[in-house]
């Protein structure tokens, strides 16, 4: 039982870690992991526009603050919000080309800072721990 409890310190530990350090390699960008996180999102929707909720249901971290962060995003340019087609009441949103551009740089120092860790691992020892994470959450 001690050890379940103390492998859950070491997810949520390094999962912050993980999500503090990118928010540093970005900063010079001015973006933050939740912000890089939305871009993502956008970039896979392929050109698609897509909702706030379609973009919160894909997060890494769920976030309330969405909204604000597709506002900071549509301040810098990067992505925008139009009213939908089908439903007035929804905002659809897409990236721009700049946003592409900027994510483009930011994919380049997301690797940089994961590939030192890379070799820390076996894909084999990557493997099982995706698996064994994958079965603690029950799926």
């Known amino acids: 039982m001690n050890y379940y409890f103390e492998a859950i310190h070491e997810i949520i530990t390094t999962g912050h ?3 503090d350090s990118i928010s540093k390699e970005l900063k010079e ?3 933050y992991e939740p912000q890089f996180n ?3 999102i956008l970039r896979g929707a ?6 706030v909720n379609t973009i919160l249901e894909q997060m890494v971290q769920r976030s309330s603050n969405v909204t604000r962060i597709v506002d900071k ?7 925008e919000r139009t009213l939908s087609d089908t439903d ?11 946003g592409i551009e900027l994510l483009e740089k930011l994919d380049k120092k997301v690797f940089s800072f994961h590939k030192p860790m890379m070799s820390n691992l076996t894909q084999e020892e990557a493997k099982s721990l995706k ?3 994958i079965k603690l959450k029950g799926k």
């Open 131 to 133: 698996q064994l994470i």
């Open 73 to 79: 995003l549509t301040q810098k340019g990067l992505v």
């Open 17 to 19: 870690w993980v999500t």
């Open 88 to 98: 007035r009441r929804k905002m659809d949103i897409i990236i721009t080309d700049k």
């Open 46 to 51: 392929k050109g698609n526009p897509i909702s």
């Open 29 to 31: 960008y001015q973006i």
């Open 38 to 40: 939305v871009l993502r």
